[in-house]
């Protein structure tokens, strides 16, 4: 007979609600018993009731010291992230967390260090990894057919910025946005970041310039098995979410292009048309999410280390900070410099 | 206050399945209040319990004399669609039936003289038209921009052939292969068929022509409105799934093509591949069905006569009766030789 | 050592220009000694001049009488082929000569009769059959990839209509524009044609009807080996030169899309754009005109029997008369119907 | 009455060879009057012969001492193109030079400092800048479409690395394979080149370690304008030439993809493929050669300075040198630090 997991969520914001969406409807032999949000107001009750979530609470222990849940899903905010993980883990419960663990390499280690202690498994929530498209350019890499792996490109913009409040608290461009593909890069070449070089500048609005952030980036890597990686985000791409990965190897190159929003071309006396790529984030990655979860609840099930893990989302952090150093000191910056800190 | 329609489903084969899974999961608003089904076996009783139907039943009446019940869809076999259509009309419910209503031109103008009678709404399965493809394809004609539709062109052709048996039950390639596009060609065009030419041969399979039937068929129409059409239809294409649309106009062009599996295209040393196109309808079309349904319950809400109707229906029934006539005679046939009958 | 074949070639009109051009610049080992025609006004002098061609003349015979000429390419009015095809086989040349021979069956037959009896060599001008891609389907079909061909598609529309002057001696749609899809179809499927089906309107240009043509056609093929065949043709496609193959065989598709302008895509926050397809039949097959008569030189120095060669004209002549004969009596015609007067 | 220029070719190896017949066989309105070549053998004079060329000498100084000629095509040794330059301006003859002018920033002031003041025309042999995908890119982005250009991205991949004995002469990857490169971004976003950042390795071949070069790089450049440049280059692609332009801006993106060898696509039951890119730069750029020729023709008749010009050749052997030294010292270098040697 098939295992039914009792899960909890704590955190029922933007990436929660996805995520608790995806466990009531598309994820097949769980029972979700339980969700955690500090907020607990009119609304999200509402919400609640309308998706079928059996009970609601302002209090994240409620989860934690349920015996009955086996697995907790962690979408709060990321300061409570290593705090959660670590209660989840000495609770004895496998974690699904949003990305990232925590800024603090430090932190991370101490909380890395309590969940292999605890023998339980994490799971991070880099959902790219998961796009049909990311995954396929994975399995044609990890197939031979492409050979080593040498260069990696990957073009990484948003449709439009954010607000400035929320890139003042954001960590800054490297966490915020390139962090996802600090992990594309290391998930795609299948070796670690040795050394990250990083410029870029203010193209976009002065007001993030402003907030000490930049918003127009470029960084190269070079990773511990020789190959090279380049990187370009931006934060104001007019036309759309344009998310390409492409790997070149000893034996060829495997691109990974945008989606389609369809199929359609049109042929006109002034030109040839085809639609818009998909406009943000919800429109591209949907699927991933969904995928994700699947995927973590199969490695539960059939009791596989799932990735990334912790180990990985200290990895992409270590990344990110490396960048930052390079980005200020405009050199080529060690990973070392900071892992050994 | 949002209306909460109070749906009936008649019939949980495969594509009933589809449907009672899209009003759970995916159709806000509604209430699917009890699903009928003849076999009512174990195996249905515990797939109606995991997806959380809350009633099941042999008897279909039981749905059509529910007062509570707002609507009906209608999945069970071919033969029982125009009774009912009836009874439902009659029992003063909306409904939704899959295509078609029957074979017979006689039987469905009786059908549809008790809808017209008793007021009530009804849209059939022409799920394609919810295709995201075909439905920017139908967008983009609408909006003017290529003009007036001259030619038409379907390419349609299934991966591989059903089992003799359901051959010899299908009623022929015309109408059980073929009648989506006669229906995606009117849907297009915007206008009805005048005539049809249809040939074919038997190219996949010689049982295929034991049984009476053809596998491979071209047909040509002639629109109402001037315009020409032209079907390619097989019963095998060994590279998947082959669903395309091309509609060219007095002011330009516009094709659908397939939808790709992902959008990896892998070089190397030998050849340049992309993933093979979805392998059958279940890959490709499994959005359009939820689609269908939502736009069928926003019409309700909204007073709106949903699309394809009765007459769409019986339409195509026409055309596939007319193609053939067309095959047998090897000429082409006027659709009033038959519907003036 | 090299053969260096002498060449005169006779009609310098439009298409004749292409070919001298074609024989002075790109075509190595050969002699252009002498070009006839008929107008040898100023302006055709001068064009000479700058071309470099060492002789003009306005008599034919000048170059059907040198006993040095090995080759003649004729180029002149259709009216003449059959005459100058004759007198060329009786003087022992080879011959290259424009599309058709004749639109007469029996002036056809007693003109291949000739060159039999001759025993000299005879391509016709079927150019699209030396344009990369079309090539490139035709390999692939011949390399078995695809299987035994099952249905044939063909999209061939110009750009514009021409004078109604020129429709008017034009031979009709069939003749005119068809025939060269007559014999695409023909290559690419390996067989001859059967029986044809053919329809078609006046969408562009009521003028066109008045002159007693259609300037919108489509056909069905049926092919000795059973494939089947579709073709579309449109005197105007505002977009430009619409031209595509598509076979569909047993094991698999092969398609031929448009060549492009260019491989610029232009993404913006309105639309994505690719840049329109070739204007006309000098932008898209410029380089089939010297491709085929490189393949030509290379038949007559390797002694093979180059295609298409006069058996091949014939049977694209029979395949117009029979379409138009099928379009006058809207039936299906067989090709013996007329093949066999 | 059209002027007709007189022209000289100075060197008829592989690229001059390319130079000569598209002088002869499609640039109009021009005199080839003589070829120069140190090697002066038979098989040079056989091919002189066939093409057609009226004079073939040994001696350069021939060239650049007649009266006669308007012109002078340079495709000598890079070591003698400064001093050719020189004197054909010194003759007060227009230039057509192959890229490099030379590698010392010294020398080619000096030659620059000549051209000046002789004031003659020098147009540089940057051929991919007429290339019709990266001309179509130019023109987008001029035309204001994108924007104002943020990040141009190059992917730049030969098929197969040269020999080692190359490899040793070709003053290392950064001169011999990325200096179009650097032409290439500047051409695009239309700025001169403020930093570089550049690092690589040796992942196709260690011979070419030990020859003192590497055969993978990454750049990064920093434009005068705020834009980003990020360009990849291998010895070895093994499925082809790959060469792309993307540039990002403030209103859009434009992509220029590979040329595609043909547009069949074929469909089968294993796979999907499209033909291979082609395999080097005479199947990818050979037109780019006589477009060239034909803008520099254009440009001397219209009395129009014709770019990329020696200040653009300057500026691509500084961005070379900076790259050089970037590597050397692994941190990003100013190219002030090398031009105001």
Same mark, same amino acid.
């Given at each position: 007979?098939?295992?039914i997991?009792?899960?909890?969520?704590?955190?029922?914001?933007?990436?929660?609600?996805?995520?608790?969406?995806?466990?009531?409807?598309?994820?097949p032999?769980i029972?979700? &018993?339980?969700?955690?949000?500090?907020?607990?107001?009119?609304?999200?009750?509402?919400?609640?009731?309308?998706?079928?979530?059996? @009970?609601?609470?302002?209090?994240?222990?409620?989860?934690?010291?349920d015996?009955?849940?086996d697995?907790?899903?962690?979408?709060?905010?990321?300061?409570?992230?290593? @705090?959660?993980i670590q209660?989840?883990?000495?609770?004895n419960k496998?974690?699904?967390?949003?990305?990232?663990?925590?800024?603090?390499?430090?932190?991370?280690?101490?909380?890395?260090?309590?969940?292999r202690?605890?023998?339980?498994?994490?799971?991070?929530?880099y959902?790219?990894?998961?796009?049909?498209?990311?995954?396929?350019?994975?399995?044609?890499?990890?197939s031979?057919?492409?050979?080593?792996?040498?260069?990696? @490109?990957?073009?990484?913009?948003?449709?439009?910025?954010?607000?400035?409040?929320?890139?003042?608290?954001? %960590?800054?461009?490297?966490?915020?946005?390139?962090?996802?593909?600090?992990?594309?890069?290391?998930?795609?070449?299948?070796?670690?970041?040795?050394?990250?070089?990083?410029?870029?500048?203010?193209?976009?609005?002065?007001?993030?310039?402003?907030? %000490?952030?930049?918003?127009?980036?470029?960084?190269?890597?070079?990773f511990?098995?020789?190959a090279?990686?380049?990187?370009?985000?931006?934060?104001q791409?007019?036309?759309?979410?344009?998310?390409?990965?492409?790997?070149?190897?000893?034996? %060829?190159?495997?691109?990974?292009?945008n989606?389609a929003?369809?199929?359609?071309?049109?042929?006109?006396?002034?030109?040839?048309?085809?639609? &818009?790529?998909?406009?943000?984030?919800?429109?591209?990655?949907?699927?991933?999410?969904? *995928?994700?979860?699947?995927?973590?609840?199969?490695?539960?099930?059939?009791? &596989?280390?799932?990735?990334?893990? %912790?180990?990985?989302?200290?990895?992409?952090v270590?990344?990110?900070?490396?960048a930052? &150093?390079a980005?200020?000191?405009?050199?080529?910056? @060690?990973?070392?410099?900071?892992? *050994?800190?």
């Amino acid at each position: 007979m098939v295992k039914i997991f009792t899960v909890g969520v704590i955190g029922a914001g933007r990436i929660g609600k996805i995520h608790i969406e995806n466990l009531v409807r598309k994820i097949p032999n769980i029972n979700l &018993k339980i969700v955690a949000d500090i907020k607990f107001n009119d609304e999200l009750k509402q919400w609640a009731g309308e998706i079928g979530i059996p @009970k609601l609470t302002s209090d994240a222990s409620e989860i934690i010291n349920d015996p009955k849940i086996d697995i907790i899903v962690i979408c709060s905010s990321t300061d409570t992230h290593a @705090k959660f993980i670590q209660d989840s883990a000495k609770a004895n419960k496998h974690i699904f967390c949003e990305k990232p663990i925590d800024t603090d390499i430090k932190r991370i280690k101490e909380t890395l260090a309590v969940v292999r202690e605890e023998g339980v498994k994490l799971m991070l929530g880099y959902n790219r990894r998961f796009d049909r498209n990311f995954m396929r350019c994975h399995e044609v890499i990890v197939s031979g057919q492409i050979g080593e792996p040498q260069i990696v @490109k990957i073009t990484s913009r948003d449709p439009a910025p954010p607000a400035i409040d929320y890139i003042k608290g954001s %960590g800054g461009i490297f966490f915020d946005m390139t962090i996802h593909d600090w992990d594309m890069a290391r998930f795609q070449v299948g070796s670690d970041v040795e050394e990250v070089y990083a410029t870029g500048g203010v193209l976009i609005d002065p007001e993030i310039g402003k907030a %000490g952030d930049i918003d127009t980036a470029v960084a190269v890597l070079k990773f511990k098995n020789g190959a090279m990686g380049i990187i370009d985000n931006t934060r104001q791409a007019v036309y759309g979410y344009d998310q390409r990965v492409e790997v070149f190897g000893s034996k %060829g190159c495997v691109i990974a292009d945008n989606e389609a929003t369809n199929t359609v071309r049109t042929y006109t006396a002034e030109c040839t048309n085809i639609d &818009k790529i998909p406009y943000f984030f919800m429109e591209r990655y949907l699927d991933s999410y969904s *995928n994700e979860l699947e995927y973590f609840f199969e490695c539960l099930r059939e009791n &596989k280390e799932p990735r990334p893990n %912790g180990e990985d989302g200290m990895q992409n952090v270590l990344v990110a900070l490396t960048a930052q &150093k390079a980005l200020e000191e405009n050199r080529p910056v @060690k990973i070392s410099e900071l892992s *050994n800190t």
